[in-house]
């Protein structure tokens, strides 16, 4: 991957606060390769999934 050393980094550029649907659930079966774990879901109002946070796929 080529880097372009021209680009620096401004930190952000906008924030804001929206409403959204949090839901936290239990994953996986209790096995080195499925542990279960807390994953956190984002929803919008009418139901669909914007993102989530899954802590076993993170640390792959």
């Known amino acids: 991957m080529e880097v372009n050393k021209n680009v620096r980094p401004r930190g952000t550029d906008s924030a804001k606060v929206i409403q959204v649907i949090?839901?936290?659930s239990l994953r996986g079966i209790g096995t080195d390769t499925d542990p279960v774990r807390a994953v956190k879901q984002f929803?919008?109002?009418e139901g669909e999934l914007l993102a989530e946070n899954?802590?076993?796929?993170?640390e792959e």
């Open 22 to 24: 949090e839901t936290i």
């Open 43 to 45: 929803w919008n109002f």
């Open 54 to 58: 899954d802590p076993f796929i993170c």
